[in-house]
């Protein structure tokens, strides 16, 4: 289980009991839409979020896109959790919602093999796995992931650019993160990779600014933290899939998505990378910014409003 897996499944046992849910049209964000349906054309497309910024950011990017194109949108925005939101989804109150696809996949089925395989495998699995109410929208570039990262001077002086660039000089280097990733990732990264480190240390929050006093060499810390842009780091590429796929993937209600609104989202996803999305993270976790502005100014940027 990633360390974002274990993230989310913290907060879902808190937030499954919790009442208190925003909504953009009030009264019980879970409840379907009061007058509307998530039908196709005409209809009101259900826009989900689970609570946590970057998944409102992109709910709101796909809200903006929609509207802009004269799909009617309802926002419930900052629902919960995963287990809240794909029964919803399945059952027609949401039409859409931002996934992550190798996480989506781990939720329906944990040793499923294809978890290291790729952004098209993760799917090609996720197809088969899916009610019948539900489906797949094109998947993102952008990714919010585990990574090895490393300084800019690092990856400059031992010339790295992805996981297996490690090989031969792990041995010199001291790693990081939460305290789990430890068990969890030393013997992946040593099957995957050949990679020994010469120590381990649980540096968890204090991860990247780590990394930049040189406490630690490498650290795992997710893609689109926006630490990675503001204390200039660098995160390894991943050739060999040792952390699961975690591609943003619309997943919808397939009754409520017309060929329009699929045509929309598909767009967005085709404009969406890691880098940009850790910027827009920036913007939103570091200077406060409104989600739903930040949401629109990307959107001009990338001719889709």
């Known amino acids: 289980m ?11 046992a808190l937030l499954l009991g919790a009442a208190a849910c925003s909504s953009s049209s009030g009264g019980d964000p879970l409840a379907a839409p009061s007058g509307s349906s998530a039908g196709g054309s005409g209809k009101t497309v259900v826009i989900g979020s689970a609570n946590f910024p970057e998944n409102e950011l992109l709910a709101s990017i796909y809200s903006q896109a929609l509207k802009a194109k004269g799909v009617k949108v309802e926002e419930k925005f900052n629902i919960g959790s995963r287990e809240v939101l794909y029964g919803q989804l399945k059952s027609g109150g949401l039409t859409v ?6 996480a989506l996949l781990t939720y329906l089925d944990a040793k499923n093999p294809a978890l290291t395989g790729g952004t098209e495998a993760v799917n090609a699995a996720l197809v088969l796995k899916l009610p019948a109410e539900l489906a797949l929208l094109d998947s993102s570039a952008a990714q919010d992931n585990d990574s090895l990262t490393v300084s800019a001077e690092t990856a400059a002086k031992y010339n790295l650019k992805s996981i297996a660039d490690l090989a031969g000089k792990s041995a010199e280097f001291v790693i990081g993160g939460p305290p789990e990733f430890k068990n969890r990732s030393e013997p992946l990264l040593k099957d995957t990779y050949g990679l020994t480190f010469k120590e381990w240390k649980p540096t968890g929050e204090t991860t990247a600014n780590a990394i930049k006093d040189g406490s630690i060499q490498v650290g795992n810390v997710f893609t689109t933290d926006p630490k990675i842009v503001t204390l200039k780091l660098v995160s390894l590429t991943d050739p060999k899939n040792a952390f699961s796929t975690q591609n943003i993937t619309p997943l919808v209600n397939k009754a409520g998505v017309d060929a329009t609104a699929t ?8 404009k969406l990378d890691t880098a940009g999305l850790a910027e827009l993270m920036k ?4 200077d406060k910014a409104d989600p739903a502005a930040v949401a629109k100014d990307w959107l001009k940027a990338n001719s889709l409003i």
């Open 2 to 12: 990633t360390a974002r897996l274990i993230r989310t499944a913290t907060a879902a």
């Open 97 to 102: 919602l931002p996934e992550y696809n190798g």
């Open 263 to 270: 045509a929309v989202l598909n767009k967005v996803s085709a």
């Open 283 to 286: 913007r939103v976790a570091v």
